[in-house]
């Protein structure tokens, strides 16, 4: 019986990476480690104590342009069931778990190989227990938006219906693995919403001391017993996942949670503290610096989120072109159409941090007030509707695409 533990990275992550690794060999010295290098392996890699598998050993078809379309976060998780398929298929593996990088393997993981012998697909539900609505995140509302499974972990068994779900959901990532919350649509992870529903032998662990993170903390805590630490009196911790994570801000739980603070939880700070303090023992500071290969053009300038959503509307448009070159016919046209910046700071914002004091926010609320009395509320609705649509950049052909 053969088994094996893997994760998927850009460089800057490669810290995260090792103390993954490390934390495995503690627990599970036997067990194989894989890692994916999204952003292209060189000669230092093979210095690691694991094996590192560049992006390119995938053959994914049409590869650059899949690059371009997909951002940082959704190409490093859209490419994770063509990894998963791939390592079955070329290192004879009968079981087989996905961690994400920023994970601390606290324990044991036998129980989760066990689960194997029964089960082909093992998945790990944000919560068991509801959350009371209190405008705090994350909330039930994030989970119908997000998935209902955290897709940080997945465990897998060789068989052919793994196969099959393997096949199925490599398509769905590779052609619609947006982050698009309007759309219906979360990289990934959306999509095992529906696993259950399509597929038999599917097990959801509800044992609290596994994917123990800032989204279920309002059901659990911890307590250090004899070296370990024990999830409300009865769960051993297998593993948490520090999602959100800022190593360099010690006060912080996750950049995502406004429901949790480190100084509110003295249980889970020890853990926080000595996760830090290995990640940074690990070159991060070097690291974090690396740049993501896939996220300018060959020039150095940055690739910008409407760039990107541009090229997904109209890449038939430009067959067999490399959309980073400067030269390619791609650039010529988004650059003609001022699609191009040189910065791209869109991915800081989204609806959790927008405040309703800000100025500018405040100013734009005063306009459309202006506007509802103009128009009149049923006008005004159908605008709101309609800019909803096209508040997804692939939603707007009109505007993206040379064909306009």
């Not at 955290?150 to 779900?165: A, D, V």
């Not at 219906?184 to 696993?195: A, T």
């Amino acid at each position: 019986m053969k088994i094996a533990v893997c994760t998927i990275i850009s460089r800057n992550y490669l810290p995260y990476a090792r103390v993954l690794a490390e934390s495995l060999r503690t627990h599970h010295p036997e067990c194989e480690f894989y890692v994916l290098m999204v952003d292209g392996v060189d000669a230092r890699d093979q210095s690691e104590t694991f094996e590192v598998i560049n992006v390119a050993h995938l053959n994914l078809p049409n590869f650059r342009q899949l690059a371009f379309r997909y951002n940082q976060l959704e190409m490093n998780t859209n490419v994770k069931p063509t990894f998963l398929a791939k390592l079955f298929a070329e290192k004879g593996l009968d079981k087989l778990l996905y961690f994400d990088p920023d994970i601390l393997i606290c324990s044991s993981l036998n129980p989760l190989f066990d689960l194997l012998d029964h089960h082909g697909i093992v998945l790990t539900p944000h919560c068991t227990s509801p959350i009371e609505d209190d405008g705090q995140r994350p909330s039930e509302i994030d989970f119908l938006l997000v998935g209902a499974f955290n897709l940080g972990f997945i465990g897998l068994r060789r068989s052919g219906q793994t196969e099959q779900f393997l096949s199925w959901w490599e398509k769905r990532c590779l052609k619609a693995g947006y982050s698009e919350l309007r759309s219906g649509l979360f990289v990934d992870q959306k999509w095992v919403n529906l696993v259950p529903c399509f597929f038999d032998s599917v097990h959801i662990i509800r044992d609290l001391g596994c994917n123990m993170a800032y989204w279920n903390l309002h059901e659990r805590a911890i307590i250090p017993v004899e070296g370990n630490y024990v999830v409300n009196g009865r769960y051993l911790l297998r593993f948490f996942h520090f999602s959100g994570i800022d190593l360099e801000d010690k006060s912080q739980l996750s950049k995502h949670s406004s429901r949790h603070h480190l100084g509110e939880r003295p249980d889970v700070a020890p853990l926080f503290q000595n996760y830090r303090e290995r990640v940074l023992a690990r070159d991060y500071s070097n690291f974090k610096k690396c740049s993501y290969s896939f996220g300018s053009f060959s020039d150095g300038s940055p690739v910008t989120q409407i760039a990107r959503s541009a090229f997904a509307i109209s890449e038939r448009n430009f067959p067999n072109d490399d959309p980073f070159s400067t030269t390619s016919d791609f650039y010529r046209w988004a650059r003609s159409r001022r699609l191009l910046g040189a910065s791209d700071t869109s991915a800081e914002y989204n609806f959790a941090t927008y405040k309703k004091t800000a100025n500018k926010v405040r100013m734009a609320n005063r306009l459309l007030s202006v506007l509802l009395r103009t128009v009149g509320p049923n006008r005004y609705t159908i605008l709101m509707k309609y800019l909803s649509f096209i508040s997804v950049l692939r939603n707007q052909p009109g505007v993206l695409s040379p064909e306009q």
